[in-house]
């Protein structure tokens, strides 16, 4: 068993099984071009030649059928693999990718402090908030309002970007408040009452504990990045927003997700973005998305329109696809230029 071997055009990817194997299949983003099911000659391992991606790392895992039974295990002859909020994936590395250089670089050491927001949201929402050790709670600094917090903590290594960042004096001393997503789907489509949970009462209540200073900015991902930026247009205190991959449906360009039970009220939302005119508070935007990935479209036409509604937006494409690594990548220096700009 060999781990992919890639060439100019292709990579190889093999498999040693037993006899019982009857097919394999190559598990991963739809967005990737190629065929799935590997082959096998008399004698020989099991392999696929998939058009080499135009990325710089893949996710994938293998489906393994013996008859009926069908299982899907990762790569043994590879070695990388990753955690990803769908389990563990095997990860193959193109030429010329490197993972960010602050996750090797000395950080200053944060505490946890998590409590919870009330406002008008079936439950409460958790929010925990991370501090470097040199910031008392009294003591007056930047906040980044992170959604899926968790989630960006454990997969993206926020806190560890922000306290390599500010050990590099690159950012000053700053929270973050990772939110929790308790009822995501329902919280994270264009909620009018998590929307004014966040903006009204649960931002008030996070100034109350810890002194703020300068404008915050608030952040996510996927869903989140819809939050972000729908939180961000409705808090006056918010200078910022940092969306990723954000969802920002729109009917003819995401005829896919119409299934989806929350689709007409994010496209409404979106709808009403899009229209809106010249804005008289703008805000500092920065978006990522990958060139591959379905949200792509919408995003670029996000970015146009929040440009011509006056606000100051930096858009950048990675070569990644909808995955916590390629948000995490693309933390710096997307994330770091709207920070700076706010905050120095």
């Known amino acids: 068993m060999s781990p992919p071997q890639i060439s100019e055009d292709h990579v190889r990817f093999s498999y040693v099984g037993d006899e019982e194997v009857t097919a394999l299949v190559l598990q991963c983003d739809r967005a990737v ?37 069908i299982s899907v295990i990762l790569d043994e002859a590879n070695p990388v693999r990753v955690r990803t909020a769908f ?69 993206s290594s926020i806190t560890a970007y922000s306290a390599a960042l500010i050990a590099a004096g690159t950012l000053p001393p700053h929270r973050l408040a990772l939110a929790h997503p308790v009822l995501r789907d329902a919280w994270y489509s264009g909620s009018p009452a998590y929307l004014r949970t966040i903006a009204q009462a649960g931002l008030a209540r996070i100034e109350e504990r810890y002194a703020v200073s300068g404008p915050v900015v608030v952040m996510g991902a996927s869903l989140g990045g819809l939050t972000a930026l729908l939180v961000g247009l409705l808090a006056p205190q918010i200078g910022g927003v940092f969306a990723q991959s954000g969802s920002f449906f729109q009917t003819h360009l995401d005829g896919s997700e119409t299934g989806y039970r929350y689709f007409t009220r994010i496209a409404t939302a979106v709808r009403t973005i899009l229209d809106a005119p010249l804005t008289d508070r703008p805000l500092r935007v920065g978006m990522t998305c990958g060139t591959l990935e379905e949200n792509c479209a919408n995003n670029r036409r996000m970015a146009t329109a929040l440009g011509r509604a006056g606000h100051e937006v930096t858009y950048g494409e990675v070569a990644d696809l909808h995955n916590y690594t390629a948000w995490r990548d693309a933390l710096d220096p997307s994330l770091t230029q709207v920070l700076r700009d706010l905050w120095l």
């Open 87 to 155: 389990g563990e994936r095997s990860v193959l590395e193109l030429p010329g990718y490197a993972p960010p250089w602050w996750l090797d670089a000395d950080q200053v050491e944060g505490w946890y402090d998590p409590f919870t927001l009330s406002g008008e949201t079936f439950v409460e929402v958790p929010v925990t908030v991370w501090s470097p050790l040199s910031l008392a709670p009294g003591t007056s600094a930047p906040l980044l309002l992170v959604h899926d917090g968790p989630e960006y903590d454990q997969l």
């Open 33 to 69: 071009d190629g065929p799935r099911e590997f082959c096998r000659e008399p004698g020989e391992p099991w392999h696929l030649n998939l058009p080499r991606p135009i990325l710089s790392r893949l996710e994938y895992r293998f489906a393994v059928a013996r008859g009926e039974d």
